[in-house]
Nanobody
Framework: QVQLQESGPGLVKPSQTLSLTCTVS??????????WSWIRQSPGKGLEWIGY???????AYSPSLKSRTSISRDTSKNQFTLQLSSVTPEDTAVYYC?????????????WGQGTQVTVSS
């Protein structure tokens, strides 16, 4: 059974960098051909795809967040990490990590439970 677990601070100050880690068990993040994504949902809004890191290590980001986003991985720990810089209160959301089977089709077979991040001074 594949499991994903998000971890990181629940409160971040404006202008700081948000950093979250997703720990994966039951599957390797280097296994062909899976894509490991970060997705968020702000209050009253739908799901927003942030970006992914592929099995190969390649990354892709949402155009609207690309300038502030970095996704990396630690294969020895089977983890991947999101960094979102220069956050504002508009970045307040529940952040999810998920596994997808396609680079272009935003469908996912496994999700983490989500973690609330609030941006506030």
């Amino acid at each position: 059974q594949v499991q994903l677990q998000e971890s990181g601070p629940g409160l971040v100050k404006p202008s700081q960098t948000l950093s979250l880690t997703c720990t994966v068990s039951g599957a390797s993040i280097t296994t062909n051909y899976y894509y490991w994504s970060w997705i968020r949902q702000s209050p009253g809004k739908g799901l927003e795809w942030i970006g992914y890191i592929a099995y190969s290590g390649n990354t892709a980001y949402s155009p609207s967040l690309k300038s502030r986003t970095s996704i990396s991985r630690d294969t020895s720990k089977n983890q991947f990490t999101l960094q979102l810089s220069s956050v504002t209160p508009e970045d307040t959301a529940v952040y999810y990590c998920a596994r997808g089977k396609s680079a272009n089709d935003h469908s996912y077979d496994y999700w983490g439970q989500g973690t609330q991040v609030t941006v506030s001074s």
